[in-house]
């Protein structure tokens, strides 16, 4: 079974408004101390006095991992002793690179690259809080190319307060342009505690309108010639992240920092949101139960590829019954799935409402 790390890089130059992923704002740069704590609990996991994890794929993610030097980067990397051929990727800020900072993370063997765009237009850019603008971001895909990152990464947000088809392209043309070939591809979510969740911008699109951009999103990347594969990303042929379907088929990643979730063997732990006490190494990790299958089937389903029946029933004694065949018959009908005799995979319209599908269902 393939092994992914993930490492997380809580530092960001501001906080956007949306954002409730566990970073501390205000950060320039990450501090030497805090990779030493990374390296410190690689060696805790490697349970003897080396760091060397091999891992299959490998991802810094955050926060802003572009604000780790080369340098910094490097250490990391030589300390994991990734498999040969793994995937590194590393997410990046379009303000935050460099044509230095891009050759750096190259030779350091960063191999893929994941670029925060969002969107086109600088007056979104502004409300959302993001540190950029569009300008910066074709600018970084433009560098990140002449660095030689081939498989590069952006990310776009859909139904964003005053939404329009407009801005949708206008973003779409800027990452297809900018050589990009793989999209990750999110509906904005207001969560409760961030600026948004307190107070929530203005010209919101309601749910069904939102499902219309994703909709039209999806069908403008296909005929660009991204192929969706999981319900938010879409890629190239062979440009697919292995990281992220490590996640979706319920294989091992440790993920290490704090608010980094694992799934070792079937066993879920995390870091609590504590950058002090992992600084420190008092973090100590928490239980969240075992993977079991109503997991497995929510996170096979997100995956255009879909669920395999027979493995359900071979690794989870899952076996479909009348009921819930006439169900997904109903919703084959409504163009929700698709169902064959030992496999089912959701639409994208059907991807909208998975959540429901499965309630009912399972
Ligand atoms: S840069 Fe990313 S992680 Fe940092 S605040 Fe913005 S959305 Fe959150």
Known sequence: MPLGLYLHIPYCEGKCRYCDFYSKGGSRSVPDEYVDALMREMRRYCNCDCTSLRPDTLYFGGGTPSLLTPSQVARLIDAAAPAPKAEITLEANPDTVTAESLSGYRRAGVNRLSIGVQSAN??????L??????????????????????NL???????????????LDQTLALLIDGGVTHISSYLLKIEPKTPFGLHPPAGLPDEDTAADFYLYAVDRMRAAGFA???ISNFARPGYESRHNLIYWNCEDYLGLGPAAYSCMGGVRFHYPPDLRGFLAGSAETLQDGRLD???????????AAGLDLDRLAARWKVLLNERQLRLLQACETAGLCHLSSNRLTLTPKGMLVQNSILT???
């Open 129 to 150: 809080g993001r540190p950029h603008d569009a300008a910066a971001a074709r600018r970084a895909l433009k560098l990140a190319r002449q660095a030689g990152f081939e």
């Open 293 to 303: 299958a109503a997991e497995y089937i929510m996170l096979q389903t997100r995956l």
């Open 360 to 362: 009912e269902v399972f």
């Open 228 to 230: 969706q594969y999981e």
């Open 122 to 127: 600088d007056t979104q850019l502004r409300r």
């Open 153 to 167: 990464s952006g990310d776009l947000m859909l139904a964003l307060p005053e939404y329009s088809y407009e801005e």
